[in-house]
């Protein structure tokens, strides 16, 4: 991975001017993680087999994954597969409580020829235990509970939680989130890894790119740390008003990577009136939406964009249309060529309209750099928590909302949050 | 469609303050429409009869759409069809340049069943170009020119460019973009409703629900005008510092209706230094990413919630899990109902928080509530444009990137371009 910060409006100086800052920030997480407070930075060095066991096991009788999560229980591990595989026919998400979406993955799968994975850390999520409610319902025709609990894997709290208790009480195959590591935190534990594996992703090798980033993101000289290059860069770049951070990948398969980045910036850094907003966006097409507001609008903007050098397959445009002279420049050339002329241009254009930006550069998209990456902008994250002066391994602001839906559905004990709700939101 | 502004902090007498404005907002563009310098407000009073016997010429022999074409050439149509049929297997977009996608396309298709929509309004946009011409060639040993050519339907201006010299010397079928239509304002042209009608949508209740729009958007009164409601309100909030609009649909199958927003909102307001940076979210999906950022974090967003009175579908929860606490308050209920219950609780949060947001609830989501939706927003950017003090209808920002990849093609004319680039993001 290279990342070039020259033309981020931030340059050397600025950033050694605050690396005792930055070391400071190391220390401070190399503490809590001696205390176990947070785990996430030990999840490279975890074993596999547990999970390709039971990736076997459930193989056997299963070849589709519908993944029954949300947030950062369902972001990380289709990030990792789209990144490695690209759309796969065989992989479903049930994240939403839409029954939209419930209809349409319902509708598209053999009930019996998939594994189901219940996601959920606390084991009660409202909308994955009502998409996990609603599945059973659904299959009652096609399966009484013992058979569809042969193709469960539930991954929770190894103890706590109603999910847990369920596993227990019914032999159900489970997994485990580390209690030390946030949601959003999680895509190198079971939570991220069985899914992957499942769908062909060699997790062995994401945790080898995640132990490279490890090792580079723990060194203390900020100019060769990529996790304190990012952190220091957007920092600085908060404190001179850009309040937006866009994530703008030049791949396809990368897309979701700009969703998983903008959920661990968001409920990460966004407390206490503080936070950068996340943005994500996707180049070329977001040439054709986003780049006349990012060229000449406001310049509150700060840009990543990622790369890939080498294209796993290319196309020749046909040799056609000689005649016309708007068409003919691009004979004779590929679609990666002109996917990496059109990345120059924008980069040209920023520099020229004054928009900063990073460009991150992965030499192949495959599994050990999304292992690099996803690690290291946990790093960076976590660094830019101690950066903002918050807690970014909480979220504090995300509970009344759910209380306050909890009182509507009836939940005992939270009776008084239904009336507070109609006294806030009577439209009247 | 309701609109409920009554949480996002700007009163009525606030409104009411710049009614004088708003209504020359609509004189201005009311002349413009004289004029024939603006062609959206007129796009609802179509026949659709061209393209209906289009669509039913080419259905005879093939059952698979592939739209090429990017930003205001495709996301109009991918929202309308997404919304109204949800995801179809039988519909396919190249938009981007990333070979990958192309590779994900072309590997999905059967080539001769495939009907191909080639969508620009200039003629020589450089993704769809490419992406064609890689078609062509990729299409070689299944089909020749002249097969291909049945499977063609090339949508571009009436008269100029190099697409449309291609169908008048080639005799390919044709449709139109109005030249005083900015592709971000073209769903309701040929553009959006010749995919669209292939598909399956309804184009003529689509053009109905725009119809009645168009009669409710041109009323002088601002508080019983949704569109000067959207401007008045959102202009407002800008003015007490809401840099951020974010868009949040709580419905999967309007999830694009962000993404068409963002262009449009980006594209037409997004100069001179002006301008919201729209921000797509989902509901309840992104209250497990963004809701912490947007309850907790900066006061610079204003939010608008969109959601669907009465769902197609639903679905209950399996009257199981009696003994575990935590789930049994989900008993006897709908997934509609939970996804109904987070979005006041959300609301509810909000209202807490102090976060300013619109409620826009429509009854159904089908072709009516579609184009209603589509012309305010666009009424509403237009309005927003004249409030801005800027035009809403060029992009004069999105062409320097273009000239620069232009010169790293080889374009002929464009050989400096190449040079200065050069100069400009030389890595060392």
């Given at each position: 991975m290279k990342l070039n910060y020259?033309?981020?409006?931030?340059d050397r100086s600025e950033l050694l001017s605050i690396s005792r800052h930055l070391k400071e920030a190391l220390s401070w997480l190399r503490e809590l993680v001696e205390k176990k407070e947070v785990g996430f930075t030990e999840l490279p060095f975890s074993s596999t087999e547990h999970i390709k066991a039971l990736v076997e096991k459930k193989r056997r009788f299963t070849d589709t994954l519908v993944l029954i999560g949300i947030g950062g229980s369902s972001l990380g591990a289709e990030c990792l597969i789209n990144a490695v595989k690209?759309?796969?026919?065989s992989f479903f998400v049930l994240d939403n409580a839409d029954p939209d979406k419930f209809a349409s993955v319902i509708s598209s799968i053999d009930l019996r020829r998939c594994c189901f994975n219940v996601v959920s850390k606390s084991g009660s999520t409202a909308e994955t235990i009502a998409n996990f409610m609603a599945l059973i319902e659904a299959a009652k025709d096609k399966m009484g509970w013992e058979e569809l609990k042969k193709r469960l894997v539930i991954t929770t709290d190894p103890e706590k939680g109603s999910l847990r208790e369920l596993c227990q009480k019914e032999s159900i195959d489970s997994l485990s989130v580390p209690p030390n590591v946030a949601g959003r935190y999680s895509v190198l534990s079971d939570v991220g890894l069985f899914p992957a594996e499942y769908m062909g992703v060699n997790t062995d090798k994401t945790l080898n790119g995640a132990k490279k980033a490890h090792k580079d993101t723990f060194k203390d000289a900020p100019l060769e740390n990529p996790a304190l290059l990012i952190a220091g860069i957007h920092w600085l770049s908060y404190l001179k008003g850009k309040t937006i951070s866009v994530m703008m990948p030049y791949s396809e398969r990368l897309s979701l990577f700009a969703d998983w980045f903008r959920q661990l910036w968001a409920e990460s850094l966004g407390k206490g009136g503080r936070g950068q907003t996340p943005v994500k966006a996707l180049g070329t097409v977001d040439q054709h939406s986003q780049i006349q507001l990012y060229n000449d609008?406001?310049?509150d903007k700060i840009i990543t964009l990622i790369s890939v050098e080498k294209a796993d397959v290319d196309f020749k445009m046909g040799?056609?249309?000689?005649?016309?002279e708007s068409f003919s420049?691009?004979?004779?050339?590929?679609l990666k060529e002109l996917f990496d002329a059109e990345l120059s241009g924008t980069m040209g254009a920023f520099v020229k309209y004054g928009v900063p930006f990073i460009h991150i550069s992965i030499e192949r998209l495959d599994e050990e750099s999304m292992g690099y990456l996803f690690f290291t902008y946990e790093m960076a994250t976590a660094v830019s928590g101690f950066l903002y002066g918050?807690?970014?391994?909480?979220?504090?602001?995300?509970?009344e909302g759910k209380r306050f839906a909890y009182g509507l559905l009836g939940r005992p004990g939270f009776e008084e949050k239904r009336k507070e709700l109609e006294g806030l939101i009577s439209t009247t």
């Open positions: 020259l033309h981020a409006h931030i690209g759309r796969c026919s609008g406001p310049k040799d056609v249309f000689e005649e016309l420049y691009l004979r004779g050339h590929t918050i807690n970014p391994f909480d979220q504090p602001a995300v509970e």
